[in-house]
């Protein structure tokens, strides 16, 4: 099955500053990614994704980048704001028949220091 | 539209009890998937349902079980609850597998 591994565990920032956040995936089948933000006690939050067609998709303060020969993808937020600070988990899967639901990594627990 | 609607937020239970968590999807979302979360292991896939029919299913035990309604809510079992099920049990739902997830506010099942 699919396995991702995502990189820091923790990453403190000064506002106003960016942030860049790893993932690596296993499975060369996996064609779509997405990452989630979650503030304690709360639900993951969609906030980008990308698919295995583009290298790169921008929204905004945020981006995902994603190199489909070295399976590593990462998200890179620019001019971090406070409200920034969360948990963010990248994640890997399957879109075609017979997808087994999203892989996750462990997540990343963003800080950012006023 | 409302959002991904989980029922109950909270429960507690006792070892060996069973319980049944609920799931609305977003209105016209018909794929349904469900997730446990803990600081240990993180986030992982539990199974997912469509059209009333369960896709695949996670490396969790028999104990934990699923079904989709025709009006695409869902609902998961546990059976025998054991200590290490104590969790945040979250559902995504889709308008079909593959697509963008969407998650609810989960269930904090605590069994004692």
């Known amino acids: 099955g699919e396995n991702v591994e995502q990189h820091p565990s923790t990453l403190s920032v000064q506002e106003g500053d960016s942030a860049v956040i790893k993932c690596t995936y296993s499975d060369s089948a996996s064609n779509y990614f997405p990452w989630y933000k979650q503030e304690l006690g709360k639900r993951p939050q969609l906030i980008i994704d990308?698919?295995?067609?583009?290298g790169e998709k921008k929204d905004q303060r945020i981006a995902v980048t994603l190199n489909k020969t070295a399976k590593h993808f990462s998200l890179h937020i620019t001019e971090t704001q406070p409200e920034d600070s969360a948990v963010y988990f990248c994640a890997a899967m399957y879109s075609g028949g017979g997808a087994d639901g999203l892989t996750f990594g462990k997540g990343t627990h963003l800080i950012i220091q006023p | 539209k409302a959002g991904v609607t989980q029922t109950p937020r909270y429960l507690i239970k006792t070892r060996g009890q069973q319980v049944t968590l609920s799931c609305s999807p977003i209105?016209?979302?018909?794929?349904v998937s469900w997730y446990q979360q803990t600081p240990g292991q993180g986030l992982q896939f539990l199974f997912e349902?469509?059209?009333?029919?369960?896709?695949n299913k996670g490396n969790f035990p028999g104990r934990f079980s699923g079904r989709q309604f025709s009006n695409s809510r869902s609902e998961m079992n546990v059976s025998t609850l054991e200590l290490g099920d104590s969790a945040l049990y979250l559902c995504?739902?889709?308008?079909?597998?593959?697509?963008?997830?969407?998650f609810g506010q989960g269930t904090r099942l605590t069994v004692v």
């Open positions: 995504a739902s889709s308008t079909q597998p593959g697509r963008e997830a969407f």
């Open positions: 209105s016209g979302h018909r794929s």
């Open positions: 990308i698919r295995s067609n583009v």
């Open positions: 349902y469509f059209s009333e029919t369960q896709r």
